[in-house]
């Protein structure tokens, strides 16, 4: 039933607007979208930011290089006080390299590759939000086209009824004060229509900002709902927590407080060595320009060095461990809670869901009664039996149920996209997997 009614609905508006829906082009959501990716400033930003820590992270070897030092010096020097003012040119030359071990060295890999992994699921995260904020906007967009074709379909059989309540005003069949409620009538309809426009600017500004897309388009029409047949939110939650940014945050985050206290730990009791190996060459020339070799030979050094200070209760070392051992708890707890949190949204989206279905069909049939009521308004108005104020209301009300009917289908169209968003998969998904059937 509701189908019909949106195809005759659909159809009615396109046989208004023929030219209107021709002249635009069609801007699908999935160009919104790979607008909105490659010309959104903020999502560049967050791009820039992960791609600097990602660099960082992969950069895993300089952990691991030796020092490497190389010096070299010449100087001279003159007497005034001899015949022989040039004394020669002496030379040195060296070279030094050191290989550091400590243990903030063992964990250092895996302190990179989490590092990596939170900046990825940072810049997915801020993907996945302007992805929703499109969808959200391109949608809004959708209904409010919708909302003012059906209003300017209002506004046409407003100036129908104000034409024709003049008309039989000049041959004296109504009085003044129906014409005066026609003609308010009238503007009540030209005033909504307004409104409706100036809203949809509002929605096309902030879209613009979003996608970085100019010029003039038109949208694509607004999906037919997908009724779904959903399982227990924790049969959901089971299947898909895992794939859920949030819970892969709040999991990286534990493992990068494990990882800080294992890398205080081996940095506080395990040894630090530093071995060394040196090369160094002296040579001369001297006032005679005769060159001679003075010094040449390598050298070598290891040094350990073994933390006493964490082995001393309250020392700064031992208050940090145990502070990072502390860090571990909260972020374990931390996670429980993102997941009892992501729990309670798939419930509450699932709720959602199933109330904007029930309202899809409460709306459904107050659409097609407000459409007998119009229809039969109509006729009485033409026959003389009631004023015009009263088949403006009962237009009124075929606009607002209208409206109330187009508000239930994006609200269940955008809960749906929520719900498939907390769990991390497309939408597509969701309705193939779960559609009604």
């Known amino acids: 039933m509701m189908r019909t009614l949106l195809r005759f609905t659909a159809i009615l508006l396109l046989s208004v607007f023929p030219l209107a829906a021709e002249s635009l082009p069609v801007l699908t959501l999935d160009d919104a979208l790979s607008s909105a990716r490659e010309k959104n400033i903020e999502l560049e930003i967050a791009k820039v930011e992960m791609e600097g820590k990602v660099r960082s992270a992969n950069a895993v070897m300089t ?35 050191t290989f550091p071990f400590s243990g903030s060295m063992i964990t250092d890999r895996r302190t990179r590759d989490i590092a990596k992994r939170g900046a990825s699921l940072s810049f997915e995260n801020s993907l996945i939000g302007l992805e929703q904020d499109v969808i959200t906007g391109y949608w809004g967009l959708a209904t409010a086209d919708l909302s003012i074709q059906a209003a300017q379909l209002s506004l046409d059989s407003a100036e129908r009824q104000y034409e024709s309540t003049l008309a039989m005003y000049r041959n004296g069949m109504v009085d003044e004060l129906s014409l005066s409620e026609a003609e308010l009538s009238l503007y009540d309809a030209q005033l909504q229509l307004k409104e409706l426009q100036d809203e949809k600017d509002e929605l096309m500004t902030a879209f613009r900002t979003m996608t970085g897309i100019s010029g003039e388009f038109s949208t694509e029409p607004l999906p037919e709902p997908v009724l779904l047949s959903l399982p227990s939110p924790e049969e959901l939650f089971r299947e898909y927590s895992e794939g859920s940014i949030s819970v892969q945050n709040a999991r990286n985050s534990l493992e990068s407080a494990k990882n800080e206290e294992s890398t205080l730990r081996l940095s506080a009791y395990v040894p630090s060595i530093s071995a060394s190996l040196g090369y160094s060459y002296s040579g001369s020339h001297d006032s005679d320009w005769v060159y001679g070799t003075r010094d040449n030979g390598i050298s070598g050094s290891v040094r350990v060095s073994i933390p006493i200070s964490p082995l001393i209760p309250t020392s700064a070392e031992d208050i940090a461990i145990k502070e990072a051992g502390d860090n571990v708890k909260v972020a374990s707890l931390t996670l429980q809670n993102t997941q009892n949190s992501l729990l309670a949204e798939i419930e509450s989206y699932a709720m959602g869901i199933s109330q904007a279905e029930e309202s899809l069909k409460l709306a459904e049939r107050k659409r097609a009664a407000a459409e007998r009521t119009n229809a039969l308004s109509e006729e009485a108005f033409s026959a003389g039996l009631i004023t015009a104020n ?30 498939a968003s907390a769990m991390n998969i497309p939408l597509a998904e969701l309705q193939a997997r779960y559609a009604r059937i």
Do not use: K
């Not at 010096?73 to 060296?94: E, H, K, L, M, P």
């Not at 009263?390 to 719900?419: I, V």
């Open 63 to 97: 952990t691991f290089l030796p020092d490497i030092s190389i010096s070299a010096s010449a100087s001279t020097s003159a007497s005034f006080q001899s015949r022989t003012a040039f004394n020669g040119i002496n030379y040195d030359v060296g070279a030094d390299i």
């Open 390 to 419: 009263d088949a403006s209301d009962t237009r009124n009300r075929l606009l607002n149920a209208e409206m109330e009917l187009l508000s239930a289908r994006l609200s269940h169209l955008l809960q749906s996209y929520t719900l």
